[in-house]
């Protein structure tokens, strides 16, 4: 039997990669000085590294940030709606 020689990236290759989370604390929490020290690109780079190693199109990450408990509602609607622009966005853009 005879395997085709496809290196897995390349299934991957050109496809868009984008990251949803949220954080549970405020957007302060996530920068230099502040609680949690780094930024979320930051966080998230080891996912942009994995999307171009597979030669992948890294889309800029949709991040909700809420604080939890007591709150957060109008953030998490907010956020469900940026995301479902992005990818209304995005897929117009595959339509073209």
């Not at 390349?10 to 609680?35: D, I, N, W």
């Not at 780079?45 to 889309?59: D, F, L, S, T």
Request: proline share 5%; with cysteine.
């Amino acid at each position: 039997m005879v395997f085709s020689q496809v290196e897995p990236q390349s299934l991957l290759k050109g496809k868009r990669f984008m990251v949803c989370c949220t954080t549970g604390s405020p957007q302060e929490a996530y920068q230099h000085g502040g609680r949690n020290k780094y930024t979320i690109d930051e966080y998230l780079r080891p996912y942009e590294g994995q999307a171009n190693h597979a030669e992948m199109i890294w889309e800029q990450p949709v991040a909700v940030h809420s604080q939890f408990p007591g709150g957060g509602k109008a953030e998490l609607e907010a956020g469900c709606k940026q995301y479902q622009q992005r990818l209304q966005a995005l897929v117009a853009a595959t339509k073209q």
